[in-house]
Protein backbone atom coordinates (compact mmCIF):
# COMPACT_ATOMS: atom_id res chain seq x y z
CA UNK A 1 0.00 0.00 0.00
CA UNK A 2 1.14 3.58 -0.79
CA UNK A 3 2.13 5.75 2.20
CA UNK A 4 -0.34 7.77 3.28
CA UNK A 5 0.32 11.76 2.46
CA UNK A 6 2.04 13.73 5.29
CA UNK A 7 -0.01 16.67 6.17
CA UNK A 8 1.87 20.20 4.96
CA UNK A 9 3.70 21.83 7.91
CA UNK A 10 2.08 24.88 10.39
CA UNK A 11 2.25 28.02 8.75
CA UNK A 12 3.67 26.92 5.31
CA UNK A 13 0.95 25.98 1.92
CA UNK A 14 1.06 22.86 0.53
CA UNK A 15 3.26 22.37 -3.00
CA UNK A 16 0.94 21.42 -5.70
CA UNK A 17 0.63 18.34 -7.22
CA UNK A 18 1.51 17.61 -10.48
CA UNK A 19 -1.82 16.58 -12.73
CA UNK A 20 -1.19 13.38 -13.45
CA UNK A 21 0.08 13.00 -17.50
CA UNK A 22 1.73 16.09 -17.79
CA UNK A 23 5.86 16.11 -17.52
CA UNK A 24 7.45 18.40 -14.46
CA UNK A 25 8.84 21.89 -14.90
CA UNK A 26 12.08 22.07 -16.59
CA UNK A 27 12.39 25.18 -14.26
CA UNK A 28 12.35 22.44 -11.58
CA UNK A 29 15.18 20.51 -12.96
CA UNK A 30 18.95 20.79 -11.52
CA UNK A 31 20.76 23.86 -12.79
CA UNK A 32 24.06 23.05 -15.44
CA UNK A 33 27.49 23.48 -13.16
CA UNK A 34 29.66 26.16 -13.45
CA UNK A 35 33.58 25.50 -14.49
CA UNK A 36 35.88 25.68 -11.69
CA UNK A 37 38.94 28.77 -11.87
CA UNK A 38 41.60 25.87 -13.09
CA UNK A 39 39.05 25.25 -16.11
CA UNK A 40 38.84 29.20 -16.92
CA UNK A 41 42.61 29.53 -16.93
CA UNK A 42 42.85 25.91 -19.13
CA UNK A 43 40.62 27.48 -21.63
CA UNK A 44 42.16 31.32 -21.83
CA UNK A 45 45.45 29.67 -22.04
CA UNK A 46 44.77 27.62 -25.05
CA UNK A 47 42.69 30.21 -26.57
CA UNK A 48 46.48 32.37 -26.63
CA UNK A 49 48.48 29.52 -27.68
CA UNK A 50 45.86 28.94 -30.99
CA UNK A 51 46.11 32.77 -31.31
CA UNK A 52 49.92 32.06 -31.19
CA UNK A 53 50.46 29.52 -33.31
CA UNK A 54 47.85 31.21 -36.06
CA UNK A 55 50.33 34.42 -36.00
CA UNK A 56 52.85 32.04 -36.14
CA UNK A 57 51.38 30.55 -39.25
CA UNK A 58 50.88 34.48 -40.69
CA UNK A 59 54.24 35.52 -40.42
CA UNK A 60 56.01 32.24 -41.77
CA UNK A 61 53.46 32.93 -44.82
CA UNK A 62 54.72 36.94 -45.70
CA UNK A 63 58.39 35.80 -44.58
CA UNK A 64 58.61 33.13 -47.38
CA UNK A 65 56.68 35.45 -49.75
CA UNK A 66 58.70 38.13 -49.05
CA UNK A 67 61.94 35.64 -49.79
CA UNK A 68 60.13 34.31 -53.12
CA UNK A 69 59.67 37.91 -53.79
CA UNK A 70 63.25 38.80 -53.62
CA UNK A 71 64.70 35.59 -55.49
CA UNK A 72 62.34 36.81 -58.47
CA UNK A 73 64.13 40.34 -58.41
CA UNK A 74 67.36 38.94 -57.83
CA UNK A 75 66.72 36.79 -61.42
CA UNK A 76 65.69 39.25 -62.85
CA UNK A 77 68.69 42.15 -62.68
CA UNK A 78 70.90 39.03 -62.98
CA UNK A 79 68.97 38.19 -66.51
CA UNK A 80 69.35 41.91 -67.20
CA UNK A 81 72.94 41.86 -66.57
CA UNK A 82 73.52 38.79 -68.81
CA UNK A 83 71.58 40.58 -71.49
CA UNK A 84 73.50 44.26 -71.09
CA UNK A 85 77.12 42.23 -70.99
CA UNK A 86 75.74 40.24 -74.48
CA UNK A 87 74.90 43.70 -75.67
CA UNK A 88 77.79 45.36 -75.01
CA UNK A 89 80.13 42.68 -76.47
CA UNK A 90 78.04 42.55 -79.81
CA UNK A 91 78.73 46.29 -80.45
CA UNK A 92 82.05 46.05 -79.78
CA UNK A 93 82.33 43.17 -82.32
CA UNK A 94 80.60 45.50 -84.36
CA UNK A 95 83.35 48.48 -83.90
CA UNK A 96 86.25 46.12 -84.50
CA UNK A 97 84.53 44.83 -87.71
CA UNK A 98 83.82 48.49 -89.02
CA UNK A 99 86.87 49.86 -88.38
CA UNK A 100 88.74 51.17 -91.16
CA UNK A 101 92.67 50.43 -91.51
CA UNK A 102 95.53 52.20 -93.65
CA UNK A 103 98.54 50.56 -95.38
CA UNK A 104 101.04 53.08 -97.42
CA UNK A 105 103.27 51.17 -99.45
CA UNK A 106 104.72 53.97 -101.56
CA UNK A 107 107.20 56.44 -101.26
CA UNK A 108 110.28 57.56 -98.99
CA UNK A 109 107.82 57.82 -96.03
CA UNK A 110 105.31 56.54 -94.70
CA UNK A 111 102.46 60.22 -94.05
CA UNK A 112 100.61 58.06 -91.22
CA UNK A 113 103.42 57.62 -89.02
CA UNK A 114 104.33 60.41 -86.49
CA UNK A 115 107.37 62.96 -87.47
CA UNK A 116 107.85 62.61 -83.56
CA UNK A 117 109.09 58.65 -84.17
CA UNK A 118 111.58 59.84 -86.81
CA UNK A 119 115.32 59.59 -85.32
CA UNK A 120 117.96 60.49 -87.36
CA UNK A 121 121.37 58.48 -87.95
CA UNK A 122 124.77 60.46 -88.86
CA UNK A 123 125.26 64.78 -88.63
CA UNK A 124 123.11 66.87 -89.72
CA UNK A 125 123.64 68.69 -93.20
CA UNK A 126 125.10 72.40 -91.18
CA UNK A 127 127.90 70.28 -89.40
CA UNK A 128 129.47 69.24 -92.51
CA UNK A 129 131.95 70.27 -94.39
CA UNK A 130 132.85 69.54 -98.35
CA UNK A 131 136.03 68.83 -98.72
CA UNK A 132 136.83 67.27 -101.48
CA UNK A 133 134.81 66.35 -105.19
CA UNK A 134 136.49 63.54 -107.98
CA UNK A 135 133.71 64.18 -110.73
CA UNK A 136 133.49 61.50 -113.45
CA UNK A 137 133.10 62.81 -116.76
CA UNK A 138 130.80 59.89 -117.15
CA UNK A 139 128.84 60.96 -114.24
CA UNK A 140 128.49 57.38 -112.67
CA UNK A 141 131.15 57.50 -110.34
CA UNK A 142 131.95 60.87 -109.34
CA UNK A 143 132.29 60.76 -105.50
CA UNK A 144 132.29 63.84 -102.85
CA UNK A 145 134.00 63.68 -99.74
CA UNK A 146 132.65 65.45 -96.73
CA UNK A 147 133.45 65.91 -92.72
CA UNK A 148 131.74 66.04 -89.62
CA UNK A 149 132.97 69.00 -87.98
CA UNK A 150 132.55 68.03 -84.85
CA UNK A 151 133.92 64.40 -85.01
CA UNK A 152 136.44 65.23 -87.90
CA UNK A 153 135.21 62.24 -89.54
CA UNK A 154 135.07 61.48 -93.32
CA UNK A 155 132.10 60.08 -95.60
CA UNK A 156 132.69 59.24 -99.03
CA UNK A 157 129.47 60.21 -100.93
CA UNK A 158 128.30 59.13 -104.02
CA UNK A 159 124.84 59.60 -106.14
CA UNK A 160 122.24 57.92 -104.16
CA UNK A 161 123.97 57.74 -100.56
CA UNK A 162 122.54 59.17 -97.81
CA UNK A 163 124.48 60.71 -94.17
CA UNK A 164 121.98 61.12 -91.69
CA UNK A 165 118.71 63.22 -93.45
CA UNK A 166 120.63 63.92 -95.92
CA UNK A 167 120.76 61.66 -99.41
CA UNK A 168 122.93 62.95 -102.51
CA UNK A 169 120.92 63.82 -105.02
CA UNK A 170 123.60 65.57 -107.83
CA UNK A 171 127.97 65.94 -107.53
CA UNK A 172 129.42 68.51 -109.83
CA UNK A 173 132.95 70.13 -110.00
CA UNK A 174 132.80 72.87 -107.41
CA UNK A 175 129.19 71.78 -104.84
CA UNK A 176 127.22 68.78 -104.31
CA UNK A 177 123.40 68.95 -104.08
CA UNK A 178 121.45 67.29 -101.36
CA UNK A 179 117.98 66.03 -100.48
CA UNK A 180 117.31 67.04 -97.15
CA UNK A 181 114.07 65.23 -95.49
CA UNK A 182 112.47 67.54 -93.13
CA UNK A 183 109.02 66.99 -91.46
CA UNK A 184 107.63 64.73 -94.25
CA UNK A 185 108.93 67.19 -97.14
CA UNK A 186 112.24 67.30 -99.10
CA UNK A 187 114.48 70.69 -99.60
CA UNK A 188 117.44 70.76 -101.43
CA UNK A 189 120.60 71.90 -100.07
CA UNK A 190 124.02 72.53 -101.75
CA UNK A 191 127.57 72.34 -100.13
CA UNK A 192 129.89 74.29 -101.89
CA UNK A 193 133.83 72.86 -101.76
CA UNK A 194 135.75 76.46 -101.02
CA UNK A 195 139.13 77.41 -101.73
CA UNK A 196 142.09 77.59 -99.51
CA UNK A 197 142.31 81.11 -99.48
CA UNK A 198 138.54 81.40 -98.26
CA UNK A 199 139.34 79.30 -95.54
CA UNK A 200 142.46 81.08 -94.76
CA UNK A 201 140.42 84.10 -94.50
Known amino acids: PAPAAQPPAPGKPAAPAAAPGKPADPKAAAAPAKPTPQQLAQQKADSLKAAKAAADAKKAELAKAEAQKKAEAQKADSVRRAEARADSLRRQREVDIRRESFAYAGGPR??????MQVQTVGPELMDLKLTAV????????SVAVVRDKKTQR?????????VGRARVQAIRQRDVVFGVEDFG?????TLTLRRVEEEAQ
Open 134 to 141: LVDPAGRN
Open 185 to 189: TTRQE
Open 110 to 115: DPFQSL
Open 154 to 162: QYKLRVGDA
